[in-house]
């Protein structure tokens, strides 16, 4: 279990301040994560890798000369935000373009891609990567829906010397892309791992049980077997790895590759060392040269008990790119000639900052009231709801949607009193909370919640009192949004199984005539029930979709928390009386 922590909701940040305190000479504190504390050239590429807080040496510690320029750090086992992407490229870029790389995960893609779209936008080149090299999340046929492990070391390793050399922009991405299309990883599992201040692990292997194929968030392995010795733990390794060889390779004899044998948190070297004897010794058998090989911790998932091993197979191009000098807090490789601590600390952009305030009016500001109100009320509802959320998560995925959840609601509802008590109208409280939501809660449901209450907030204005029709359409603009973003459709096991009969229901009803009160009513019962059916639905997109036979019988987690937060919002709806506990404090 994980035993030393304060709040288990500041866990993320004290971390990332202590480390940053501990390694001052490699990195220095951005919004949003860390950047190099040390000078580069202008005019070189920049490549800002990231993910979830948990992983330690990924990804903090893979910041440094000849490794990555930055890293952004979300909350435990949940992306960052977009903003948090965008605020440490834009600190850690040196007029280049910058390259993101990260694991290939829902809630990283969707927000390093927007990060993308947004540096592009503001005249930053920008190219993203995600990396696939986990063998046991998906066939062959479908290597871009992978998962990215342990092999995130190697891509970013090689594209930081690429760019270290002076390439432009493509050649780096090029170079990365190809590392990446030439690296396998497999991982197993002897127990689950516990987050901060959880009670329990996020799953468990039964006693003298393996599970293999496991992710480094905590979801359950594809198969379970028992332990074998250290030998047989590297043939299952080697054989699985060797069976799937790279386009253009046709048989391992007389190759090259560097392999990355990783302990996940409990596994000890000297266990890792005894493995990687017989994995050496296979390899070799097999005709196959390994380059300087790294055995040891380069993505843990806190107190783990496993370890995976990654092939990548290099070429006369990737080979020095990999030996390549390199010094980082956590990795470190010949001798790299210390560069000044930089001088200048970076321009970082803000994570979130208050909205302009348009002009409103007193029917907007007596919406505005109401909004804080139900805002709070989400925010009750999600921390009364949270533990069995994180339950329900943790069937099929990594058992975080209770948590971020929860931090996503809190900003919400506490960005939503700052705005409104400085004078914002009802659309300007709602977008100050959605970017609140966004950055605080990261992951998929983050970068979604954000997206809807944005286009609601849109929709709603500060100037009139919104009526039936105004919400309603806030909430189509919103489903228009969540299933534009993320691309989920129904029947995927997703929030948008909840979503897409809640605003049928509620635009029919509005339409006909009822009262938003009324409409809402009709549009919660719809919406229920659709979150109960998602329990006979198998997830075919997410963290959880490998796991998909796991869910069945069980609820997904995101139309669950939809679900409970529509039917608060009529509960509060349909309470007529003021929201007195909002400070009121007219002007800004």
Not at 144 to 173: H, N, P, T, Y
Not at 295 to 323: K, Q, R
Not at 546 to 551: G, L, T
Request: glycine content about 12%; proline content about 5%; overall charge negative.
């Amino acid at each position: 279990m994980t035993r030393l922590f304060n709040d288990a909701a500041d866990f993320a940040d004290q971390s990332i301040d202590g480390f940053v305190a501990a390694h001052q000479r490699w990195v220095r504190r951005v919004p949003g994560g860390v950047a190099r504390s040390t000078s580069t050239p202008p005019g070189r590429v920049a490549v800002v890798i990231g993910g979830g807080s948990g992983h330690y040496p990924a990804f903090a510690g893979l910041v440094g000369q000849g490794l990555a320029d930055g890293a952004v750090m979300g909350n435990v086992f949940a992306s960052p935000s977009a903003a948090q992407v965008v605020s440490v490229a834009t600190a850690a870029q040196h007029g280049g373009g910058v390259l993101l790389t990260y694991g290939n995960y829902a809630g990283d893609v969707l927000n390093f891609s927007q990060a993308e779209e947004r540096l592009n936008g503001q005249g930053v080149p920008c190219r993203s990567l995600p990396v696939t090299d986990d063998i046991s999340s998906a066939p062959p046929t479908d290597r871009g829906k992978r998962r990215g492990v342990a092999g995130d070391l190697v891509v970013f390793k090689i594209a930081a010397a690429a760019a270290a050399e002076g390439r432009s922009l493509d050649d780096v991405a090029e170079v990365a892309a190809r590392a990446n299309d030439r690296t396998r990883t497999l991982g197993v599992a002897f127990t689950g791992c516990t987050l901060p201040g959880a009670a329990a692990p996020l799953f468990t292997v039964p006693a003298g049980r393996m599970a293999i194929g496991l992710g480094i968030h905590g979801e359950p392995g594809l198969d379970e077997v028992e332990i074998p010795t250290a030998d047989g733990l590297a043939e299952l390794f080697v054989s699985k790895l060797l069976s799937e060889l790279p386009d253009g390779i046709h048989t391992p004899e007389g190759q090259r590759v560097t392999a990355v044998l990783n302990g996940l948190g409990a596994v000890k070297y000297e266990e890792l060392f005894v493995v990687y004897g017989r994995v050496n010794q296979l390899l070799t058998d097999a005709g196959v040269e390994v380059i300087d090989p790294v055995v040891g911790e380069v993505c843990t998932s806190f107190d783990m008990a496993g370890a995976s091993l990654t092939l990548t197979w290099l070429d006369d191009e990737l080979e020095p790119l990999w030996t390549a000098p390199a010094d980082a807090p956590a990795f470190r490789v010949g001798a790299v000639e210390s560069a000044p601590i930089t001088t200048e600390p970076g321009a970082a952009e803000p994570i979130v900052t208050q909205a302009a305030f348009a002009p409103t009016t007193e029917a907007s500001r007596a919406a505005a009231a109401r909004v804080v109100q139900l805002l709070e009320a989400i925010r009750a509802c999600i921390d009364e709801h949270a533990d069995e959320l994180g339950r329900i998560d943790a069937v099929a995925g990594d058992g975080d949607h209770g948590i971020g959840m929860q931090r996503g609601s809190k900003a919400a509802a506490a960005a939503a009193q700052e705005a409104y008590t400085a004078g914002a109208g009802a659309g300007t409280v709602l977008t100050s909370a959605a970017d609140a939501w966004a950055d605080r809660a990261g992951g998929t449901s983050g970068a979604l919640w954000g997206v809807a209450l944005r286009r609601l907030g849109a929709r709603i204005g500060d100037h009139d009192k919104p009526s039936a029709a105004a919400v309603a359409d806030g909430v189509h603009a919103a489903r228009t949004g969540i299933c534009d973003f993320g691309g989920a459709e129904v029947g995927d096991k997703t929030l948008v199984d909840v979503l897409v009969p809640f605003d049928d229901q509620l635009t029919a009803a509005v339409r006909q005539g009822s009262s938003l009160i009324d409409a809402w009513q009709t549009a919660t019962a719809a919406a229920e029930q659709a979150a109960e059916a998602t329990a006979h639905l198998l997830p075919r997109r997410g963290r959880a979709r490998p796991h998909a036979e796991r869910s069945l019988g069980t609820r997904d987690a995101g139309a669950v928390s939809l679900s409970l937060i529509v039917r608060t919002i009529h509960d509060r709806l349909a309470d007529t009386r003021p929201a007195s506990n909002i400070p009121i404090r007219e002007g800004r």
